[in-house]
């Protein structure tokens, strides 16, 4: 599979074309299993029994138990049902999370703050895009019965947290750890069966499966009341008629993103790594937002570019020529606030900021083409 026509796609932090694996699980579901899976008769049963071979196939890559598998929408959902879920239900004062955070996670956060009154602290973050660990610990000490939300990998910039050893600091000290994992799934490979995490959630679009399906993992010693009521689907969890065809997609999708991961953690860190490595050889002045050749995810790269005329229209300028990529991140990308991210790192910079996010369909040529455009501008 390669891109679109002759564009290229290097915006895989905001989707990710799906795999035709997935599309060939999919289709049959489509035209053969349309039985609601709540029914009892036998076209309802055949498609609850995807559903939970499903389950148990993620829960396998997982190491954790199906029953701590809930089916949401996606990411959004996901995190939304922790966090509102943690403050309804688990005795949650405070939430710790950071400034540049998923909005997610942020607005979700903010909002109960301003609703429910719950306490919000924000950790501070270094110069260089990396949670202050020091002051996380100090926050967490500081609050009881709080709950920790951290991504594990920026959206924007890439920077990773060390989820196994924070996770282990934060349940030391008595709190809860939620993860925004949306970015790392089919990444990364999470062992569950360790403890170090309360929720972490996965989106079936970003590790090339469908749009509109998402997960929430939840450790079974904590239990949410829903944010979508009506039905008793996901175990009371989570109302309404699961996205069985949906499900089966992410489902693949996660499978083939395990059994291709040390390939396909290869072939795009080499991508990046030439791109760091061109930008620096062909363009004067280029910096980079974050820690990209440090504690970051290989899937992407902030490219601060230098003040110039070419600046302004440098997004638009790509994309006219073909090649599609983000100014920061594409869920809010038609906001003129600019990103938290950045504004939070590097306040008040007049550089352009571009985030080139690679996948497994993406080449060496790829890579090549984009610089030799760049060039024409810089």
């Not at 053969?32 to 049963?45: C, D, I, L, V």
């Not at 990998?153 to 949306?182: P, R, S, W, Y």
Request: hydrophobic share 35%; net charge negative; charged share 20%.
């Amino acid at each position: 599979m390669t891109n679109t026509a002759s564009r290229i796609y290097l915006d895989n932090a905001a989707t990710t074309p799906m795999d035709p694996e997935v599309v060939d699980v999919m289709i049959p579901m489509m035209r053969e299993h349309f039985g609601n899976p709540s029914s009892t008769h036998a076209n309802g049963r055949k498609v609850k029994n995807v559903i939970e071979e499903s389950r148990g196939k993620i829960a396998s890559l997982l190491k954790c138990a199906p029953g701590e598998i809930f089916f949401t929408s996606g990411g959004t959902e996901a995190d939304n049902l922790a966090l509102r879920g943690s403050v309804a239900n688990l005795g949650v004062k405070t939430l710790i999370t950071s400034p540049i955070e998923h909005h997610a996670v942020l607005h979700t956060a903010e909002d109960l703050h301003k609703v429910s009154g719950i306490n919000l602290e924000l950790v501070n973050i270094l110069p260089n895009g990396h949670v202050n660990t020091d002051h996380l610990y100090e926050l967490v000490s500081k609050n009881p019965n709080s709950l920790v939300s951290l991504m594990h990998a920026n959206n924007e910039i890439g920077n990773m947290i060390q989820i196994e050893e924070i996770g282990k600091n934060i349940h030391d000290a008595g709190a809860l750890f939620h993860c925004d994992t949306v970015q790392t799934m089919g990444h990364y490979n999470f062992d569950l069966s360790q403890g170090y995490v309360d929720f972490l959630c996965g989106a079936g679009h970003k590790f090339n499966g469908p749009k509109g399906i998402g997960f929430l993992y939840m450790n079974k010693k904590n239990r949410v009341s829903p944010e979508i009521t009506g039905g008793a689907q996901e175990r009371e969890i989570r109302g309404g008629t699961e996205n069985v065809y949906g499900i089966v997609g992410l489902t693949k999708a996660l499978e083939i993103s395990y059994r291709d991961l040390e390939k396909k953690k290869a072939h795009i860190s080499m991508l990046k790594a030439e791109m760091i490595k061109a930008l620096r050889e062909n363009i004067n002045e280029i910096q980079f937002n974050g820690d990209p050749e440090g504690n970051s995810l290989y899937t992407v790269l902030s490219v601060s570019f230098p003040k110039s005329d070419a600046g302004n229209m440098l997004l638009f300028n790509l994309d006219i020529n073909g090649i599609s990529a983000s100014g920061g991140s594409a869920c809010s990308s038609g906001a003129t606030a600019g990103s938290h991210v950045l504004n939070c790192i590097c306040p008040g910079t007049e550089r352009t900021t571009v985030r080139f996010s690679f996948g497994k369909y993406n080449t060496l040529e790829d890579i090549q083409t984009t610089i030799e455009k760049l060039k024409t501008w810089y």
